[in-house]
């Protein structure tokens, strides 16, 4: 086995910056911030079946879905590690309807940040990996005041940090500032992310698809025929192909990172805009497959070139390996898209 480089997530941060001799260290240290929230979040969702932490708030967030202690637990980790760091103007949450605010008395920042702070939370009292999604942007209004919706809604392909925390087996944070794709995995002995997965590639093409395929009645005809042709026997191309669906976007998106394959949340007749948000889930798995030389597309063109209009917009997705895509997207093209 190949001896791997003992490298901290903080130095590779470091290493990073030093590339970019503008840089004034600010998206280091929010990286660094963001690292931090992610070891005490790793450490409450690993004592989940033991604390009191497990079954509902009783509350819903915006999307009607019901809200699990662990979620506002995360999402109030991440506020606090980041507010008053002084380097953002503003921050979204997929738990909070409306663009969040710093606080009066902390410094306003250049950057902004968008991030769903746990992935696949229907899963938590299963002890399935569930994950957290951050996205950074550059501020567009201008400087020394705070941020508004406007910095927030910004396409995809305007970010300039992006990553995501799994909480499984162990628990590993991806990210991409624009240098490659790099995986830390926590050592938990001595709490530091430790530089494991160096320069991820996404396989050109994979072998494995996943799809919540319950609702295959709802498709387009075009999907429903990928489906099937990847279902089909030939040794040449892979084919059958196999499903893995988690159904904890961010972990089910890592595997095929890794192992090459296609993710899929499609629109269907029952949810013609799919399920997944565009600004919290979408934008910054994309930027990071994209990195990766995956693709991701909504079935008609890239999630990077959707102009968002709303926090909390939802999007189909299709991401994964190049091949894998390029092959939906010419299936779904030939159908007329009649979902019922
Ligand atoms: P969850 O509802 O558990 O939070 O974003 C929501 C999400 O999980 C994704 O992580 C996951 O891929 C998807 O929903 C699963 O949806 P289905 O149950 O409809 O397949």
């Known amino acids: 086995m190949p001896q791997l480089k003992f490298m901290t997530l903080a130095r590779h941060i470091i290493e990073g910056e030093k590339l970019h001799p503008e840089a004034t260290g600010e998206l280091s240290k929010l990286l660094h911030d963001l690292s931090l929230a992610a070891k005490v979040i790793s450490l409450e969702v690993n004592k989940a079946g033991l604390a009191d932490i497990l079954g509902f708030t009783g509350n819903s967030n915006i999307h009607g879905d019901q809200v699990k202690k662990l979620d506002m637990y995360a999402h109030d980790m991440i506020f606090r590690a980041i507010d008053h760091g002084g380097h953002l103007c503003v921050m979204a949450s997929e738990e909070e309807e409306d663009i969040i605010h710093i606080p009066d008395k902390f410094k306003i920042g250049k950057y902004v940040l968008l991030f769903d702070p746990l992935d696949g939370s229907s899963n938590i009292d299963a002890n399935i990996s569930i994950g957290t999604i951050f996205s950074i942007y550059r501020r567009i209004t201008s400087d020394g005041k705070p941020g508004t919706l406007e910095d927030c809604l910004q396409q995809g392909i305007k970010q300039v940090a992006a990553g995501y925390i799994v909480y499984g087996s162990s628990t590993i944070l991806v990210y991409t500032a624009g240098h490659g794709v790099h995986g830390f995995t926590l050592d938990p002995s ?69 192992y090459g394959g296609i993710f899929m949340y499609p629109a269907d007749s029952r949810h013609p805009e799919g399920k997944l948000r565009l600004m919290y ?60």
């Open 281 to 340: 889930e979408c934008n910054p798995m994309a930027f990071i497959v994209e990195a990766a030389g995956g693709k991701a597309i909504n079935g008609e063109k890239r999630i990077l070139e959707i102009q968002p209009d709303s926090l909390h917009q939802k999007t189909p997705i299709f991401i994964g390996s190049e091949d894998d895509i390029k092959m939906v997207e010419d299936y779904m093209r030939k159908e007329e898209k009649v979902l019922n």
């Open 190 to 258: 001595f709490g530091e992310f430790i530089l494991s997965h160096e320069n991820i590639r996404c396989p050109k093409k994979g072998t494995i698809y996943s799809i919540n395929e319950g609702n295959y009645k709802y498709w387009h005809p075009g999907l429903k025929k990928y489906i099937k042709y990847l279902q089909e026997e030939d040794e040449a191309t892979g084919r059958p192909y196999s499903t893995r669906y988690i159904g904890s976007m961010v972990a089910d998106i890592h595997r095929n990172l890794l």
